[in-house]
């Protein structure tokens, strides 16, 4: 069910529909030198999950990657993980107000997980303020909708609407989130910083894996931008 990415990080897979379109969607889980897991856009709770993500170990922390990404599930976790701690993107709060947040994500990680994990609050579009992760032991990025990547196992229709909306292939938002951007230098500075971190694997928020050579994919795909 999980499959590992390098050190104490792994990823499940589930599938997803969009507007007929089969884009997928992943769940990255990473263990914290402390102990804990740092489960990022989680996947339906089913009983099967559960068992193998307490295999990995305690989950700590549950964060979505925006208001839009990564939160359909949350109220699940709470529910099975009363410890844990819900962290929220920028504006999930006041669009999820049945739940209850104990940490707003902001550009700076917590020093709870800030030895493992970096994160860069992507600013400047309109829409689009997601949260970007770094997991340092293996030199993963991980992203939301700020990252489609459909690749060559998607059906044909998701592969040609992909490439429409020049993700295909392409580590990069839908052509429609480049018009949305409503401050370009800051925008930019935001991928700027996600390319300086040192990483080689890249996780998008939908599509196919980025195993090694992932700052180079990210470089190309927003080489519109940067
Ligand atoms: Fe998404």
Same mark, same amino acid.
């Given at each position: 069910?999980?499959?590992?990415?390098?050190?104490?990080?792994?990823?499940?897979?589930?599938?997803?529909?969009?507007?007929?379109?089969?884009?997928?969607?992943?769940?990255?889980?990473?263990?914290?030198?402390?102990?804990?897991?740092?489960?990022?856009?989680?996947?339906?709770?089913?009983?099967?999950?559960?068992?193998?993500?307490?295999?990995?170990?305690?989950?700590?922390?549950?964060?979505?990657?925006?208001?839009?990404?990564?939160?359909?599930?949350?109220?699940?976790?709470?529910?099975?993980?009363?410890?844990?701690?819900?962290?929220?993107?920028?504006?999930?709060?006041? &669009? !999820?107000?049945?739940?209850?947040?104990?940490?707003?994500?902001? #550009?700076?990680?917590? $020093?709870?997980? @800030?030895?493992? %994990? +970096?994160?860069?609050?992507?600013?400047?579009?309109?829409?689009?303020?997601?949260?970007?992760?770094?997991?340092?032991?293996?030199?993963?990025?991980?992203?939301?909708?700020?990252?489609?990547?459909?690749?060559?196992?998607?059906?044909?229709?998701?592969?040609?609407?992909?490439?429409?909306?020049?993700?295909?292939?392409?580590?990069?938002?839908?052509?429609?989130?480049?018009?949305?951007?409503?401050?370009?230098?800051?925008? &930019? !500075?935001?991928?700027?910083?996600?390319?300086?971190?040192?990483? #080689?694997?890249?996780? $998008?928020?939908? @599509?196919?894996? %980025? +195993?090694?050579?992932?700052?180079?994919?990210?470089?190309?795909?927003?080489?519109?931008?940067?």
């Amino acid at each position: 069910m999980f499959t590992q990415r390098g050190e104490r990080c792994w990823t499940y897979e589930e599938p997803l529909r969009f507007f007929g379109l089969e884009i997928g969607r992943i769940m990255s889980v990473m263990k914290l030198s402390s102990g804990g897991l740092f489960v990022q856009s989680p996947a339906e709770l089913t009983p099967e999950l559960k068992a193998q993500l307490d295999q990995l170990g305690e989950v700590r922390f549950v964060a979505a990657t925006s208001k839009l990404h990564g939160h359909m599930y949350m109220e699940q976790y709470r529910a099975a993980y009363p410890n844990a701690e819900l962290l929220a993107a920028p504006g999930l709060a006041a &669009r !999820r107000t049945d739940l209850r947040f104990d940490h707003l994500l902001g #550009d700076a990680p917590d $020093p709870r997980w @800030g030895t493992d %994990i +970096d994160q860069v609050a992507v600013a400047g579009h309109r829409w689009l303020t997601e949260i970007a992760f770094f997991h340092r032991p293996s030199r993963t990025v991980i992203l939301g909708d700020m990252g489609y990547h459909i690749g060559d196992s998607s059906p044909l229709k998701t592969r040609l609407i992909a490439r429409a909306f020049q993700i295909y292939k392409r580590i990069s938002p839908p052509l429609e989130v480049r018009a949305t951007i409503v401050n370009e230098e800051t925008f &930019r !500075r935001s991928i700027q910083d996600i390319l300086a971190w040192d990483f #080689d694997r890249v996780i $998008p928020g939908h @599509g196919e894996i %980025i +195993d090694s050579d992932g700052k180079t994919a990210v470089a190309n795909g927003y080489d519109w931008l940067v």
